[in-house]
T-cell receptor, first 114, second 114 residues
Framework: AQSVTQPDIHITVSEGASLELRCNYS??????LFWYVQSPGQGLQLLLKYFSGDTLVQGIKGFEAEFKRSQSSFNLRKPSVHWSDAAEYFCAVGPQTNAGKSTFGDGTTLTVKP | DVKVTQSSRYLVKRTGEKVFLECVQDMDHENMFWYRQDPGLGLRLIYFSYDVKMKEKGDIPEGYSVSREKKERFSLILESASTNQTSMYLC?????????????FGAGTRLSVL
């Protein structure tokens, strides 16, 4: 069965500092990988996705993530965090079928200090 | 842009009531999903549907049922609401084919059962 682990429940960074959110997955084949962001009181929005090819993927809002097969990881990064990045972030893994069902991690809450 | 609309942002119901949560998507997506989101537990899949009148149980279907009579609409039904069903409910949709499982979320319905 597939699973996703986000080891950090809560991270606090200062505005302008760099950010890395960790994600490890368990899946039998090459998965589809996603990062979603949820602003307070809102639904989830896709930040970026990895399907195949270049292991460094760029997303919206200046985020990027790197797929490392050997470490079963898909960590999210941003070089300089803005106060508006404060939100909850979810990593997800999806099967390569048409069913579209994904498994989500428990989320990491990001707090940005001024 | 894909739009997933949940009929209510906030609902307050009494124990034992039958509750309907409605979700409509406007992008002709085949797949639709219902999740509940609780602090520290991430997103848990209740039910999903991959076609009209087709449904499959997710990870926590107990106490819930669903209905999909039209492709664009997916309803979650709490037959007899209980206090432990107080939660945030998120609806999502995704296309069947090449987009590989990207899910588009509604803004959520926060349900309180008193």
């Amino acid at each position: 069965a597939q699973s996703v682990t986000q080891p950090d429940i809560h991270i606090t960074v200062s505005e302008g500092a760099s950010l890395e959110l960790r994600c490890n997955y368990s899946y039998g084949a090459t998965p589809y990988l996603f990062w979603y962001v949820q602003s307070p009181g809102q639904g989830l929005q896709l930040l970026l996705k990895y399907f195949s090819g270049d292991t460094l993927v760029q997303g919206i809002k200046g985020f990027e993530a790197e797929f490392k097969r050997s470490q079963s990881s898909f960590n999210l990064r941003k070089p300089s965090v803005h106060w508006s990045d404060a939100a909850e972030y979810f990593c997800a893994v999806g099967p390569q079928t048409n069913a579209g069902k994904s498994t989500f991690g428990d989320g990491t809450t990001l707090t940005v200090k001024p | 842009d894909v739009k997933v609309t949940q009929s209510s942002r906030y609902l307050v119901k009494r124990t034992g009531e039958k509750v309907f949560l409605e979700c409509v998507q406007d992008m002709d997506h085949e797949n639709m999903f219902w999740y509940r989101q609780d602090p520290g537990l991430g997103l848990r899949l209740i039910y999903f549907s991959y076609d009209v009148k087709m449904k499959e149980k997710g990870d926590i279907p107990e106490g819930y049922s669903v209905s999909r009579e039209k492709k664009e609409r997916f309803s979650l039904i709490l037959e007899s609401a209980s206090t432990n069903q107080t939660s945030m409910y998120l609806c999502a949709s995704s296309p069947l084919t090449s987009m590989g499982g990207i899910q588009y979320f509604g803004a959520g319905t926060r349900l309180s059962v008193l």
